[in-house]
């Protein structure tokens, strides 16, 4: 099956400072989506992005589908913003069996 | 609010219990998920409903039995569980599956731990 990889594994940031996160994937994608997992358990889609660039305040994320990888930027990090980031994959099937398969994630601590 | 509620949020039952895991959605979808999160593990998709039939089955053992009544409610019957199927058990729903499937949307999940 299709594998999905993220990187770093781990990052600790000051708060206010920059990061990109990394997935990596094995295949071609149909579907590619981020989640942020807050430290309380709760998965929340922050892209769907298969292709292209898209922004949401101080989240932005691309994906250079030719190439199989995907970014997220954090800009002006907060505390709020710690967590486990992950990224989900959909690659081309003729089989029918449409599912995404996750990363391990990538645990980001924003100290104050 | 995330739309995708689940209770409970917190489970304890031991290995000869029978117990039922229930999700709800707000959002008017037509799929609905139930994902396994164990510790130092991806998330694993276990079962998929589509408009009400079940469309994904991943070798999951029958002692997780899901039933999907309606496309707003997702149940996950649990029955004879080991200890190792201790996890964060995650219902989610997207208002279409299939390929590109649209964004998924999660619920707070029940974390279970069987003893």
């Known amino acids: 099956g299709i594998q999905v990889e993220q990187s770093p594994p781990d990052l600790i940031l000051q708060e206010g400072a920059n990061s990109t996160l990394r997935c990596n994937f094995s295949?071609?994608?149909?579907?590619l989506q981020w989640f942020h997992q807050n430290p309380w358990g709760q998965l929340i889609n922050l892209f769907y992005i298969p292709s292209g660039t898209k922004q949401n305040g101080r989240l932005s994320a691309t994906t250079v589908a030719t190439e199989r990888y995907s970014l997220l930027y954090i800009s002006s990090s907060q505390t709020t913003d710690s967590g486990v980031y992950f990224c989900a994959v959909e690659p081309y099937s003729g089989a029918g069996s449409y599912q995404l398969t996750f990363g391990k994630g990538t645990k980001l601590s924003v100290i104050p | 609010e995330t739309g995708v509620t689940q209770t409970p949020r917190h489970l304890v039952m031991g290995m000869t219990n029978k117990k039922s895991l229930k999700c709800e959605q707000h959002?008017?979808?037509?799929?609905m998920y139930w994902y396994k999160q164990s510790a130092k593990k991806p998330l694993e998709l276990m079962f998929v409903?589509?408009?009400?039939?079940r469309v994904e089955n991943n070798s999951v053992p029958s002692r997780f039995s899901p039933e999907c009544p309606n496309s707003s409610h997702l149940f996950l019957h649990l029955h004879t569980l080991q200890p190792e199927d201790s996890a964060l058990y995650l219902c989610?729903?997207?208002?279409?599956w299939g390929q590109g499937t649209s964004p998924l949307h999660f619920g707070n999940g029940t974390r279970l731990t069987v003893t």
């Open positions: 409903y589509s408009l009400e039939e």
């Open positions: 959002l008017g979808h037509n799929a």
């Open positions: 295949d071609s994608v149909n579907n």
């Open positions: 989610a729903s997207s208002q279409d």
